[in-house]
């Protein structure tokens, strides 16, 4: 990109909101060693190549855990990030996003370890203020033209459908705003997460070694989306469109929807439990019996 573009406005950049999950399940654990530490070393190598691209480009980072989510990156000054200043010759800018990750780290995973093991993952929260976040930028914007936004989401979790209306609600509200989703996930697939990213335009990844972790991020998630229409990337997999009952969070294909406030339910009730709404029930079918032989021979 050359400088004219710059100073013309031709190019304003683009934004990229990663939400890292920070939930220690099982698949995040190998050989008794938690491999967090490596995804986040590659979180923050792929998110400083985005910086490097363009002087314009934007950044933010949103760790999420069992019970909160917070911003990793950026985040308003404090004693502890202050104290840490770049060795010589490094950059500042990618000096401050690693030290402000491994110190809001720190605090985000200390504040949630209340001698719980695994639980669901609030990533759901992360992304919705991923959204707000990338709102925010663009009603600071001059000019009529959005910056374009993307949300990077890696995760081990798997799904989560007691959060699935928050995952339709972030999903359909990115598609309104023009906001691709892409999703990498480790070892276990998520068909939540593969619905937003068709939903969106985004790519979805499964990947099953970790010590690759930056080289798909690099490859596949760094390109913007005009790039990737030149590039070969991986073939779309089938997307699982299952729906998440609300009456036991499970998965189904077929179920009960109600007229009213179009909730599903995998089994059948008068009373919808979410609006409260009584469904009027037709008579019941009668059951004709057939005659026996010799009352009809009499006849």
């Given at each position: 990109?050359?400088?004219?573009?710059?100073?013309?406005?031709?190019?304003?950049?683009?934004?990229?909101?990663?939400?890292?999950?920070?939930?220690?399940?099982?698949?995040?654990?190998?050989?008794?060693?938690?491999?967090?530490?490596?995804?986040?070393?590659?979180?923050?190598?792929?998110?400083?190549?985005?910086?490097?691209?363009?002087?314009?480009?934007?950044?933010?980072?949103?760790?999420?855990?069992?019970?909160?989510?917070?911003?990793?990156?950026?985040?308003?000054?404090?004693?502890?990030?202050?104290?840490?200043?770049?060795?010589?010759?490094?950059?500042?800018?990618?000096?401050?996003?690693?030290?402000?990750?491994?110190?809001?780290?720190?605090?985000?995973?200390?504040?949630?370890?209340?001698?719980?093991?695994?639980?669901?993952?609030?990533?759901?929260?992360?992304?919705?203020?991923?959204?707000?976040?990338?709102?925010?930028?663009?009603?600071?914007?001059?000019?009529?033209?959005?910056?374009?936004?993307?949300?990077?989401?890696?995760?081990?979790?798997?799904?989560?459908?007691?959060?699935?209306?928050?995952?339709?609600?972030?999903?359909?509200?990115?598609?309104?705003?023009?906001?691709?989703?892409?999703?990498?996930?480790?070892?276990?697939?998520?068909?939540?997460?593969?619905?937003?990213?068709?939903?969106?335009?985004?790519?979805?990844?499964?990947?099953?070694?970790?010590?690759a972790l930056l080289q798909y991020l690099l490859w596949i998630f760094l390109p913007t989306v005009e790039t990737r229409k030149q590039m070969i990337?991986?073939?779309?997999?089938?997307?699982?469109?299952?729906?998440?009952?609300?009456?036991?969070?499970?998965?189904?294909?077929?179920?009960?929807?109600?007229?009213?406030?179009?909730?599903?339910?995998?089994?059948?009730?008068?009373?919808?439990?979410?609006?409260?709404?009584?469904?009027?029930?037709?008579?019941?079918?009668?059951?004709?019996?057939?005659?026996?032989?010799?009352?009809r021979h009499e006849t």
């Amino acid at each position: 990109m050359s400088e004219n573009a710059i100073q013309n406005g031709e190019d304003i950049g683009g934004l990229v909101v990663a939400v890292m999950d920070l939930n220690p399940s099982p698949q995040m654990i190998k050989d008794g060693e938690c491999i967090i530490p490596k995804c986040l070393d590659a979180l923050i190598a792929f998110c400083s190549s985005h910086m490097m691209l363009s002087p314009l480009n934007k950044l933010a980072i949103v760790g999420c855990h069992t019970k909160q989510s917070a911003f990793l990156y950026p985040v308003p000054s404090s004693s502890e990030l202050d104290d840490l200043r770049p060795s010589d010759g490094q950059y500042e800018l990618l000096s401050n996003i690693k030290n402000s990750v491994q110190v809001n780290v720190k605090k985000l995973v200390l504040q949630d370890n209340q001698n719980e093991i695994y639980t669901e993952s609030l990533v759901a929260g992360a992304m919705t203020m991923a959204l707000c976040y990338v709102h925010r930028l663009r009603k600071q914007q001059v000019g009529d033209k959005k910056i374009p936004a993307r949300i990077l989401v890696i995760s081990a979790s798997g799904d989560s459908a007691s959060q699935y209306m928050n995952f339709m609600n972030v999903f359909f509200t990115s598609q309104k705003e023009g906001v691709i989703i892409d999703a990498c996930v480790i070892e276990k697939d998520s068909g939540l997460l593969q619905q937003g990213c068709d939903i969106t335009g985004g790519m979805y990844l499964k990947i099953q070694n970790v010590a690759a972790l930056l080289q798909y991020l690099l490859w596949i998630f760094l390109p913007t989306v005009e790039t990737r229409k030149q590039m070969i990337l991986p073939t779309r997999v089938h997307v699982d469109y299952r729906a998440a009952c609300f009456c036991h969070r499970n998965l189904i294909e077929i179920g009960y929807v109600c007229s009213v406030c179009l909730s599903i339910f995998c089994t059948f009730s008068p009373i919808c439990s979410t609006c409260q709404t009584a469904f009027k029930l037709g008579p019941l079918p009668t059951i004709i019996g057939k005659k026996r032989g010799r009352d009809r021979h009499e006849t």
